[in-house]
């Protein structure tokens, strides 16, 4: 218990050390500084739960949820806007527009969709704090009225209507597509029947993805799974099933579906080609690349910076919080329109890549596929931390950061962080340069605790573009993708910026965009119609 | 750091609790409850790092060096007792024969072997609480002074010398056997290239292992690897290579590695028979028998029960601690006779088991499997705490505990819990009553917290030998066996505990048991033997 309030306040240290080099606090940041979700509940209840437990996909999938409901509480108490069902038959009058009944409203939805469906979040292991944090402020947890005359009811309501699409929205996560009985079900078991085609030890088709082996460092190992295969046919939020059909990216290759024996000689030269690219990579790490190697990689949460001392810096963060909120002064309507449009962006983003990763089904540069390409020749790759480089046998390599379960082709990274940079674009009418300091004190790496960095290290980041271009060259440097993919996930999602902006603001005049309930089945009850 | 003393407090109360019906400790319990290893080190630091994080084989294998180096530093200021090198030439004049100087002994050896390779026991996690730990002893944990005429010398020799072996045991332990760069060695990887003919989605050898698909519940699924499948080859204690190969039991199935289409009908029958038994065990686990299964999965801890606040009621806890040390009230020198055999009983059998597990390569009761045997045929199982039974699709079921991932047969289970108590009948002259009460507080369960057991429930377990029996049973009940494994596991290894208590009176007499080095290549570096 004592833990969570020095949390919250580290938040709002972490939020207000971004405008003391103004002097003073505007009144847009004290009011964004008390929006519940933003400073208490997400920092105090998700932050620990979402950042090192689910895999990114489900993640996104949470992170677009917690937005959802945030908005869909939120705009019953603002004069246009609609919630994600398009509904604006709840609003309030604007004598009760104040910032207590939205945290209010806020809460209540959020606490409703966790409780509905705690696996999509994490775990339920933030439940019990969740409910004791309403009843510090003198909610009740329990209070399940649906009053829409109360800022508790509507946010029930809303809490509960999100939780029934979550229930509905293809990526199977309360597990009874797969299971009869909720005792045996599986939460997000894949309702694809995706099967690899490799094994870890024997690679039948050199092109496709092979599972990888992992290991807990204390004697279990493991294969991974593809994970949540069917999160490329579960809905999107500002694209209909048609768009995200239309979105392809080609494949480097001639015929990479071959098995052995009926490959191109031109594809095994390029694929040995972006193979050896990895290792020379791999011989090039500089401190400078590793610790951004590790920043980018989990798109919640990273190195623990001076700028933020509880590890969330990612770039989704940064932007948000660090950057656009603070530098461009935004009201608190704003920073809420701007959370769901640039979560939209990166779910939507996430779902386009996820369909072509499943059709590509690309192989990852590990070391089984370097076993492959190159025998048992030697390379000089990275030795260690405060270690010159070292020769190993192809096979033994392992990338710097943990190779994520999925396809190789196209990067999910490139293509999210494309996303969120350019939607903050369209946020900012353009404007480019917002230089940001991240400093990264000696020992602070998660991978290397005490070792990365060697001493304390800032990184300068001059512009949102240069996040994007970062972002994209840490997944080379990090050893889990070849080449192609990054250019590939930029082009594949170019465009989805604009479109969950646009879906935003058609919301925000108070009108529908009905883009993510054409992905449902026709048959399904239509409950956000009832009243 | 406040919280370390309040276990060690718990573990001293525990012991305790079991002669405080005699009314008044012995001056052999205070002296047991003095020793460093079982009353401090243990609870303070492995208890937390060994109970759920690593594997079953490799919890065994660290329990065996943990006892070693207690052992080893302690049989120095005993009159007669060899190390496990079978070294009597550091051994101390009587005079020196102090609680403190054996305890400070077996602390040093302790931290060697730990900080050799943390990921024997469990991961690095403790390494900083062991060393604060010796320092509030007033004992520097960087003193690695070789003097053999002081306890700090003579533990950290003793436990050098282990460390040294553990490196050459042939678990691969460092990851050196399989990587040329410690940079990218993979810790426990498997030496002998077993890779399983069936994959999750396709049985081919319908009585061979499959690996089974596991998820974090979050999304992430991944498919287990047989854990160290090098232990079945690595060395024993008690037992010679020639030993070992020589313990064997025949296959359940007159053809089990025949693939689809070759099979034995006969064969098919038994197996489905069998399976059938692992849907009728389901749809009659009582209470009680979800207890058990849960109490006695994990060989080193299970519930929180009364008698044991911290959670350390496995069966080889229990015997050890719980009924042999105060019901014959053990004198300290007997206790630590008693933990070496014991854990040498528990390790060899595990290897032999190990060495059939993986000849016999047999299939679990898993979904898949019954999804094999009987397609989409129903079966009533049970259908959750507090809930009626449930009728599902074969494919659907899951075992009440988690299936651990290696190969069914023989069950290691019934093997070793046979072998400790074999061990300890041995050791009481074949007196087999020593009634024992668990209490299982409501919700204590940690499969189903809050809601297993209903309300509390006390089991009285009124003999050695019941132990023995309810250990073997609670594998069936659990679902995570066939019925043959259970006497196959008891017959392949009866007679271990004899030959576990026979090394140890090898050793106690100051003679060599050089057992466990007929397992070592002839090639390697006798270190033991230097001076």
């Known amino acids: 218990m004592a833990k969570f309030p020095s949390v919250a306040v580290l938040l709002i240290t972490f939020l207000a050390s971004f405008v003391s080099s103004n002097g003073q606090r505007s009144q847009n940041t004290i009011e964004r500084d008390q929006q519940a979700y933003t400073t208490l509940v997400y920092p105090r209840i998700f932050d620990s739960i979402l950042v ?28 246009t806007a609609a919630d ?27 606490l409703r969709i966790y409780e509905s469906s705690p696996q999509s979040f994490g775990g339920a292991d933030g439940l019990g704090g969740y409910r004791n944090l309403l009843r510090e402020l003198n909610l009740d947890p329990d209070d399940r009225s649906q009053n829409m005359s109360t800022p508790v009811g509507i946010g029930n309501r809303e809490g509960m209507d999100l939780a029934r699409l979550m229930k509905i929205d293809g990526w199977n996560a309360q597990g009874d597509e797969t299971s009869s009985d909720p005792q045996y079900a599986q939460f997000f078991a894949d309702t694809t029947s995706y099967a690899p085609v490799n094994t870890p030890w024997r690679i039948t088709f050199p092109f496709r993805w092979q ?48 098995p052995f024996g009926r490959l191109f000689r031109s594809d095994i030269r390029v694929l040995s080609s972006n193979a050896k690219k990895v290792f020379q990579r791999s011989a090039q790490l500089t401190e400078e690349k590793r610790l951004l190697a590790e920043l980018l990689d989990n798109k919640l949460s990273g190195f623990r910076t001076k700028e933020n001392p509880f590890g969330t810096p990612s770039i989704g963060v940064v932007i ?74 192809a096979g033994e390599w392992l990338p710097y950061i943990r190779t994520m379960p999925h396809s190789e082709y196209p990067s999910a990274s490139s293509c999210v962080c494309r996303s969120i940079v350019e939607h903050a674009l369209i946020f900012t009418n353009g404007r480019d340069d917002f230089p940001f300091n991240l400093t990264f004190p000696k020992g602070s790496s998660k991978i290397y605790p005490g070792q990365v960095p060697s001493e304390e290290v800032t990184l300068t980041i001059n512009r ?13 440097d990090a050893g889990v993708h070849f080449e192609p993919s990054i250019e590939a996930g930029r082009q594949l999602c170019s465009g989805i910026g604009r479109s969950a902006q646009d879906t935003v603001d058609t919301l925000l005049s108070g009108k529908s965009d009905f883009k993510f309930l054409k992905w449902l089945p026709t048959d399904v009850e239509r409950f956000w119609e009832e009243d």
Chains 1, 2 share one sequence.
């Not at 994600?84 to 959020?110: I, V």
């Not at 490329?232 to 480097?252: F, H, Q, T």
């Not at 949102?464 to 080379?476: E, G, I, K, N, P």
């Open 52 to 79: 090192d437990r689910p895999e990114t996909p489900v993640q996104f999938r949470a992170l677009l949820y917690l937005n959802l409901a945030n908005w869909n509480a939120w705009c019953n108490y603002h004069p």
């Open 84 to 110: 994600s069902f398009g509904r604006t038959r709840f609003k309030r009058p604007l004598s009760e527009h104040t910032l207590q009944n939205k945290n209010t409203a806020t809460m209540y939805a959020l």
């Open 211 to 258: 599972p990888l082996l992992e290991n807990n460092g204390l004697g279990f190992f493991f294969r991974q799974e593809h994970v949540v295969p069917q999160a490329g046919s579960g809905i999107a939020m500002s694209l209909s099933p048609a768009d995200v059909r239309r979105r392809r990216v080609p494949s480097p290759y001639r015929n990479s579906f071959a």
């Open 320 to 393: 948000r919080f660090g950057i656009l909120g603070p530098r461009l002064d935004l009201s608190l309507d704003n920073e809420i329109i701007y959370g769901l449009a640039t979560n939209i962006a990166v779910f939507d983003a996430m779902v386009t890549v996820w369909k072509e990763k499943l059709r590509h089904d690309a192989i990852r540069p590990t070391g089984q596929t370097m076993k492959m390409l190159f025998g048992d020749r030697k390379f000089e790759v990275w030795g260690g931390p405060g270690k010159p480089n070292t020769r190993i046998r």
């Open 464 to 476: 949102l573009t240069d996040w994007d271009r970062l972002c994209a060259q840490s997944r080379l």
